[in-house]
């Protein structure tokens, strides 16, 4: 399993923008799909966005799409999630989620490595 730490989330008005990375210590990383989820409170987990292990296919919640885009950088070991046009609505703690040769799968139980969690709030 990967260890996975998130960074980006904050506080931010409604309309704005935030880019949430995920860096992961494992040599292994290009085999690894990734994942964004979030759960905001007093509700379940919810997914947001994948990637696969290649990069070639991503996979969006439809209450993000075209707002978000989820990307990859191999070289740094990293995973973005740009988070453009943001509501009130999508204030959560957001987690990064890696499974070895997992393709842009919406089920949390297709990751096996999961980070602690980031927290945005959009503010209105």
């Known amino acids: 399993q990967a260890q996975l730490v998130e960074t980006g989330g904050g506080l931010v008005q409604a309309g704005g923008s935030l880019r949430l990375s995920c860096t992961a210590s494992?040599?292994?990383?290009?085999?690894?799909?990734l994942a964004w989820f979030r759960q905001a409170p007093g509700r379940g987990s919810e997914f947001v966005a994948a990637?696969?292990?290649?990069?070639?296919?991503?996979n969006y919640a439809d209450s993000v799409k075209g707002r978000f885009t989820i990307s990859r950088d191999n070289a740094k070991n990293t995973v973005y999630l740009q988070m453009n046009s943001l509501k009130p609505d999508d204030t959560a703690t957001y987690f990064c989620?890696?499974?070895?040769?997992?393709?842009?799968?919406?089920?949390?139980?297709?990751?096996?490595?999961w980070g602690p969690g980031t927290q945005v709030t959009v503010s209105s």
């Open positions: 990637i696969s292990w290649s990069g070639a296919t991503t």
């Open positions: 989620a890696g499974g070895v040769w997992v393709s842009a799968e919406p089920s949390q139980s297709q990751y096996d490595s």
């Open positions: 494992t040599v292994t990383f290009n085999y690894y799909g």
